[in-house]
């Protein structure tokens, strides 16, 4: 399975956005952690600096999976990381996570719901899956299509997407600011990937200035959105 988007450079670059979703991210992740669609690990050098008892990165594409593991062997990532090339199916049958990350990640697959519900059979008691993804159709634009988006999303599809075991924890959207731009490259410049300077830009004016907006917005609107889905029973103690 070949990845097939372009964008895991530029975006790598985009460090304050990055530390913006750890910031967020953080009450959320803990115990036994799988990040699925890790890709080459920028999301993963970001949050493995949270304290937790063990990381693996999950990777169908050989390229990207391969160079996760180089990064692992250099010691690139804050932790000790375990990289599996494949997908859920491909992890021992007996083994649960006590959270499961989906950054940028579950718009890529074409059958979400069942991503999701396999997804769910892996959690451990009190475990959660927690969701980043692009938010909105209408802010679709060529860059989604070149990069191998099915959708954007919103905090109403995604509850429809949660499997039913699960409860909802959180669901808010993030980086209002952020949105603007998305729909003015939508309707205005029409590009089919963003150049390195707009992603500098974006994240050092942009981001910093989502965090502010953001609250005060109470989270209503956004480029991404976030869900947060927890298992029933109590959770293992994590550190």
Same mark, same amino acid.
């Given at each position: 399975?070949?990845?097939?988007?372009?964008?895991?450079?530029?975006?790598?670059?985009?460090? /304050?956005?990055? @530390?913006?979703?750890?910031?967020? $991210?953080?009450?959320?992740?803990?115990? =036994? *952690?799988? !990040?699925? #669609? &890790?890709?080459?690990?920028?999301?993963?050098?970001?949050?493995?600096?949270?304290?937790?008892?063990?990381?693996?990165?999950?990777?169908?594409?050989?390229?990207?999976?391969?160079?996760?593991?180089?990064?692992?062997?250099?010691?690139?990532?804050?932790?000790?990381?375990?990289?599996?090339?494949?997908?859920?199916?491909?992890? /021992?049958?007996? @083994?649960?996570?006590?959270?499961? $990350?989906?950054?940028?990640?579950?718009? =890529? *697959?074409? !059958?979400? #719901? &069942?991503?999701?519900?396999?997804?769910?059979?892996?959690?451990?008691?009190?475990?959660?899956?927690?969701?980043?993804?692009?938010?909105?159709?209408?802010?679709?634009?060529?860059?989604?299509?070149?990069?191998?988006?099915?959708?954007?999303?919103?905090?109403?599809?995604?509850?429809?997407?949660?499997?039913?075991?699960?409860?909802?924890?959180?669901?808010?959207?993030?980086?209002?600011?952020?949105?603007?731009?998305?729909?003015?490259?939508?309707?205005?410049?029409?590009?089919?990937?963003?150049?390195?300077?707009?992603?500098?830009?974006?994240?050092?004016?942009?981001?910093?200035?989502?965090?502010?907006?953001?609250?005060?917005?109470?989270?209503?609107?956004?480029?991404?959105?976030?869900?947060?889905?927890?298992?029933?029973?109590?959770?293992?103690?994590?550190?």
């Amino acid at each position: 399975m070949r990845y097939a988007g372009t964008e895991l450079e530029l975006f790598a670059q985009a460090v /304050g956005w990055k @530390r913006y979703v750890r910031d967020v $991210l953080r009450p959320f992740i803990g115990g =036994h *952690v799988l !990040e699925v #669609g &890790a890709g080459m690990g920028a999301f993963t050098q970001g949050l493995t600096d949270i304290p937790c008892r063990s990381w693996c990165c999950l990777e169908p594409d050989p390229v990207l999976s391969e160079r996760l593991d180089r990064r692992r062997s250099h010691g690139d990532f804050p932790r000790p990381v375990e990289v599996v090339r494949g997908t859920l199916a491909d992890l /021992g049958g007996e @083994r649960r996570f006590d959270t499961i $990350l989906y950054l940028d990640v579950l718009e =890529h *697959v074409a !059958e979400d #719901g &069942a991503e999701a519900e396999a997804a769910a059979r892996r959690l451990a008691c009190g475990g959660r899956i927690v969701v980043l993804a692009p938010a909105f159709q209408m802010a679709y634009s060529s860059f989604d299509a070149a990069v191998g988006h099915h959708r954007r999303y919103t905090r109403q599809s995604l509850e429809r997407l949660r499997p039913k075991a699960l409860k909802t924890e959180a669901s808010l959207y993030l980086d209002a600011p952020g949105l603007a731009l998305s729909l003015a490259n939508r309707l205005l410049l029409r590009a089919a990937e963003p150049k390195a300077g707009q992603i500098l830009f974006w994240d050092r004016h942009v981001i910093p200035l989502a965090r502010i907006l953001d609250p005060l917005v109470g989270h209503s609107f956004g480029r991404s959105v976030v869900a947060v889905w927890q298992k029933a029973g109590a959770a293992a103690t994590w550190g």
